[in-house]
């Protein structure tokens, strides 16, 4: 279950404020559900919650088996909607330590469960000192990969694939079979090879953009080769949604509603912070599901992310006193692990009044401080809690903000669907790079 409270950021609200919003929000949510907003015919992604497809879940846990049965590394390729989504579920659920892998952020980015393959990400930037290294790591060990693109003409991920598959030509016989594809139903670049070559593929259902398609092969199949239960994910989504219909009033709704009203109270940027360290590519998905979302007409809150206490101790100075556009919303599980702090017969350090206590209860105390202690420098502050990081609790966070998302985009006045704004560097990057037009 999600609990989320409200009770720091309202007293910063005009209370005309926030019902006119409250009102605009629930015709938002309205046009969500019924499908008569802008972009309705993106609204795959609560189809396919509302009408489950068991068997394409029990064929991505069976390709899934077949994958980690055989690799010792998988390299998924893709970028922005098509990588964020996996690399968010596998770095929430993975060890922090384990022998071969780097952790959150580490050079190759890694994520694996303790037992099946590492799983390393690639064709999500264009360094050249990155993919050297990779090719150099995979040297002896046995590798698949998962190429993602819907497009399939989406420049990085298309060189990674075009280099990795050349390099796994090099190593292995019947290269076709360590590669599944995850494209366009239809078109593409990428379909088109898939199709041609003989890879296991899955779909990207059409009406279901990249930033919304974490609960399709695009997430789930990743997320199943590092070990997740792929279904509790997948039946937590369904059963966030299934509680927010049960209410208009619902938390999501209110966070819409919140965000809208401070937004339009000069609160600009919403700070994403989180206190548990393997909910950074969380962060990381939920930032471009709201910047790509709402960022159109000179509109829309910027998202950024914090990574607490850490970033307590670089950007804290700023958040407590700097100019007073921010506001946060904390991403919390309850304190649940069993590390106890010591007693210490000595105490020069002076720690024994906290001796006996769990590091992740004085992690929670340093939240609860947090929060007030923003609040009162003139920071609103909202806190979305899980009980823990489990796959349906995953699940239920991915509805919840998808859901808020898009009625914040449609209290914007804009499709939270397209994302017009990411083509124009594009255009720059290819005519810098001589594209001929023929070129797909
Ligand atoms: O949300 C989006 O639509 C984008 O972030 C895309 O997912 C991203 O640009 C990758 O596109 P593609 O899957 O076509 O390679």
């Known amino acids: 279950m999600i609990q989320f409270d409200d009770r720091r950021a309202v007293p910063f609200l005009r209370e005309q404020e926030l019902s006119s919003a409250g009102v605009r929000g629930l015709a938002a949510q309205r046009a969500l559900v019924s499908g008569s907003g802008a972009g309705s015919d993106w609204l795959g992604w609560r189809d396919l919650l509302a009408d489950p497809n068991d068997a394409l879940l029990e064929r991505i846990e069976h390709v899934a088996t077949r994958l980690r049965a055989g690799a010792n590394v998988i390299v998924v390729i893709g970028i922005g ?7 968010a579920l596998l770095a929430a659920r993975t060890p922090y330590f384990k022998s071969s892998r780097s952790g959150p952020g580490g050079l190759l980015g890694g994520d694996s469960d303790s037992s099946g393959p590492e799983i390393l990400f690639a064709g999500h930037h264009m360094s050249g000192r990155y993919m050297s290294e990779l090719l150099a790591y995979l040297d002896g060990k046995s590798v698949y990969l998962i190429v993602i693109s819907k497009s399939g003409t989406t420049l990085e991920p298309a060189i990674a694939f075009r280099i990795l598959r050349q390099w796994l030509a090099s190593k292995f016989d019947n290269t076709s079979e360590r590669i599944v594809a995850i494209t366009d139903a239809k078109y593409g670049a990428l379909y088109s090879l898939a199709q041609k070559s003989g890879y296991e593929q899955f779909v990207i259902p059409d009406n279901v953009g990249g930033r919304f398609s974490v609960l399709t092969p695009v997430g789930l199949l990743p997320a199943a080769c590092g ?12 059963a966030q949604m299934n509680d927010i219909a049960a209410s208009e009033n ?14 339009k109270s000069g609160y600009e940027t919403e700070l994403f912070a989180f206190f548990e360290p393997s909910l950074h590519y969380f962060a990381a998905w939920f930032q471009q599901l709201f910047a790509e979302s709402e960022g159109k007409n000179h509109s829309g809150v910027f998202p950024t992310i914090a990574a607490y206490s ?99 985009a449609y209290l914007l006045g804009v499709n939270p669907f397209d994302q017009p704004g990411v083509e124009a560097y594009k255009k720059e990057m290819f005519t810098a790079l001589g594209k001929p037009d023929s070129a797909v």
């Open 81 to 87: 909607g098509s990588y964020l989504g996996a690399k």
């Open 227 to 238: 070990g997740l239960d792929i279904k509790a994910l997948f039946y937590g989504a369904v």
């Open 250 to 263: 619902n938390d999501s709704l209110r966070y819409a509603v919140l965000r809208h009203a401070l937004l």
């Open 310 to 408: 850490t970033d307590l101790h670089s950007i804290g100075q700023y958040v407590q006193d700097g100019r007073r556009t921010l506001f946060e919303t904390f991403l919390m599980i309850d304190p649940g692990g069993k590390t106890v702090i010591p007693d210490d017969r000595d105490d020069l350090d002076g720690l024994n009044y906290i001796a006996g206590r769990t590091l992740d209860g004085v992690n929670e105390k340093a939240y609860q401080g947090t929060a007030v202690a923003h609040e009162a420098g003139g920071v609103p502050n909202m806190t979305v809690r899980i009980h823990s990081l489990s796959e349906e609790n995953l699940g239920r966070c991915l509805y919840f903000f998808e859901h808020a998302v898009s009625i914040g």
